[in-house]
C-alpha cells in the first residue's frame, strides 16, 4: 500500500478535529513575530485558506508555500492568490496532499 493510500486510510477513519482559519490579525503578529524578509521562504503545513502565507507574502514579501490536506480549502487559497491578494507576484504555491 503506498503512503497517500496509508494516508487517506488513517484520514478517513480518525478525525482531525475542527477545521479553521487563523484569523487576520493572528496572521500578521506572526508574520511579525518572525521577523521575515523577502530572502526568507515560507512553509506553512495546514495552511486552510493560505492566509499566513498571502499574509507573509503582502507584509514582508516572502516566497510562501501552503501544504493543505483539505481539497476545498485548498482551492480557496488558491484563488486567493489568484485574485491577487497576496500583493506579491512569487507567493503561495498552494498545494494539497496527497495530490
Do not use: W
Not at 496572521?27 to 521562504?41: C, H, K, N, P, R
Not at 515560507?42 to 493543505?68: H, M, P, Q
Request: aromatic share 6%; hydrophobic share 50%; charged share 15%.
Amino acid at each position: 500500500m503506498s503512503t497517500a493510500s496509508l494516508l487517506q486510510a488513517h484520514l478517513t477513519a480518525f478525525s482531525l478535529g475542527p477545521i479553521s482559519a487563523s484569523p487576520q490579525y493572528v496572521a500578521e503578529a506572526l508574520v511579525d513575530f518572525a521577523s521575515l524578509t523577502s530572502s526568507d521562504t515560507l512553509f506553512d503545513l495546514g495552511c486552510n485558506d493560505g492566509r499566513v502565507v498571502i499574509t507573509a507574502a503582502r507584509l514582508a514579501a516572502v516566497k510562501g508555500v501552503g501544504i493543505e490536506l483539505d481539497a476545498s480549502a485548498v482551492a480557496k487559497a488558491q484563488q486567493a492568490v489568484l485574485n491577487g491578494k497576496h500583493g506579491h507576484d512569487e507567493c503561495a504555491a498552494v498545494a494539497s496532499f496527497p495530490a
